[in-house]
């Protein structure tokens, strides 16, 4: 990835882009204060040296029918290399789990879960606790969301 320098227009356009990623060029240009090609050529700098990671479409998880969260703690058998690789190749096929972090500490993986209910979770708990490597899952069930961001910060980033 190359390694630009980011200034208060990239920032601008950063921010816009987080706020409305389906602005066209010629609206996020006007709102930044760019000409059109230069709009174009400072997007296309910021997706090459891999600042802007993709664009995605957010869903609503409540209005699919899976409003509950719920964050499992996996600790494996072992943490040998192969382990760990076989748990991760497995754990991309359960659709349910939409974050999974490697961490250090007291267990091997954090995952975000989304689920219809409690009986839902019982269904993906079992898929789970079968997976390779599995010795223990752990859940917590979130009451409420109170944040749910997408948005990074950009205050003293390069």
Do not use: W
């Given at each position: 990835m190359p390694n630009i320098e980011i200034d208060t227009i990239d920032r601008s356009i950063l921010k816009k882009l987080q706020d409305n990623g389906r602005l066209s060029n010629v609206q996020l240009a006007a709102e930044v204060g760019l000409s059109e090609s230069a709009c174009l050529r400072r997007v296309k700098l910021l997706e090459e040296s891999g600042i802007i990671d993709r664009y995605v479409m957010l869903i609503n998880q409540s209005a699919i029918?899976?409003?509950?969260?719920?964050?499992?703690?996996?600790?494996?058998?072992?943490?040998?290399?192969?382990k760990l690789a076989a748990f991760e190749a497995e754990i991309n096929r359960v659709s349910e789990v939409m974050e999974c972090y490697l961490m250090a500490g007291d267990f091997d993986y954090l995952?975000?879960?989304?689920?219809?209910?409690?009986?839902?979770?019982?269904?993906?708990?079992?898929?789970?606790?079968?997976?390779?490597?599995?010795?223990?899952?752990?859940?917590?069930?979130?009451?409420k969301t109170v944040l749910d961001s997408t948005e990074m910060p950009l205050d003293g980033i390069i």
């Open positions: 029918g899976k409003p509950d969260n719920v964050f499992v703690r996996v600790t494996l058998d072992g943490q040998q290399r192969e995952l975000r879960v989304i689920t219809r209910d409690n009986a839902d979770y019982v269904r993906v708990h079992n898929q789970l606790t079968s997976l390779p490597g599995v010795m223990r899952v752990q859940s917590s069930f979130a009451l």
